[in-house]
């Protein structure tokens, strides 16, 4: 779901920008020291998952986990994607600097909404648990390509075959994301339910 560089407008851009510091300042804020070995383990994970692209017109599909991310991280999401795509950016120069912001926004704010909207059934055992871990996956990649949609259609009106071309693609990636999500929350509450922060608020 990277965007290239030289797609969007500067006003977009600094929307991007903003809410990517402004997430970051807040998940910095609430980062507990004891919690960083998670982050950096997701933040890997999100790195490695999200290396293989398909190219589909100014962007390109691949794994977020954007879901996972939320539900764990709560707002230590957006340094921990922040970080992800500076580094893709940096060694495979997927993205670019200058477009950062967004693509940041892109994936991380979707999983903080998934966060607040999930993260209470996360704490249920059973069906619950599993429904709300699969709908985080779904979601996250929804409103990811919605705001990726959005970006293209608020920047030229001409992309907007492009941002329908984004959501039509996506769909199948719900449903990837949501199955991966619920498989690895219902193996982390089972093995490690301390990773997930079972039980503790």
Same mark, same amino acid.
């Given at each position: ?38 982050? %950096? ?8 998952a999200s290396l293989i692209h398909v190219p589909i017109g100014p962007g390109n599909v691949h794994l977020i986990l954007g879901g996972l991310m939320g539900i764990v991280?709560?707002? %230590? ?10 580094? =893709? ?55 990811? %390509? ?14 907007? =075959?492009?941002? =329908? ?20 929350? %219902?193996?982390?509450?089972?093995? =490690? ?9």
């Amino acid at each position: 779901m990277h965007i290239s560089e030289g797609v969007l407008s500067p006003p977009v851009l600094l929307v991007g920008a903003a809410v990517t510091t402004v997430g970051t300042a807040i998940g910095l804020k609430k980062l507990d020291y004891d919690r960083i070995m998670t982050v %950096s383990l997701l933040t890997a994970t999100f790195f490695v998952a999200s290396l293989i692209h398909v190219p589909i017109g100014p962007g390109n599909v691949h794994l977020i986990l954007g879901g996972l991310m939320g539900i764990v991280l709560g707002w %230590s999401c957006f340094p921990a994607i922040l970080v992800a795509l500076l580094l =893709q950016t940096l060694f495979f120069n997927y993205g670019g600097l200058v477009v950062l912001g967004m693509n940041t926004t892109i994936m991380a704010l979707p999983a903080l909404i998934c966060f607040y909207l999930f993260r209470p059934w996360i704490e249920k055992n059973g069906h619950k648990r599993k429904i709300a871990a699969f709908a985080a996956g779904s979601l996250a990649i929804l409103i990811s %390509s919605l705001i990726m949609a959005i970006a293209l259609w608020s920047t030229d009106q001409g992309f907007i =075959q492009a941002a =329908q071309l984004v959501m039509a693609v996506h769909i199948p990636l719900m449903i990837i994301e949501g199955l991966i999500t619920m498989f690895t929350v %219902s193996f982390l509450a089972k093995v =490690q339910p301390e990773f997930l922060r079972i039980g503790k608020k």
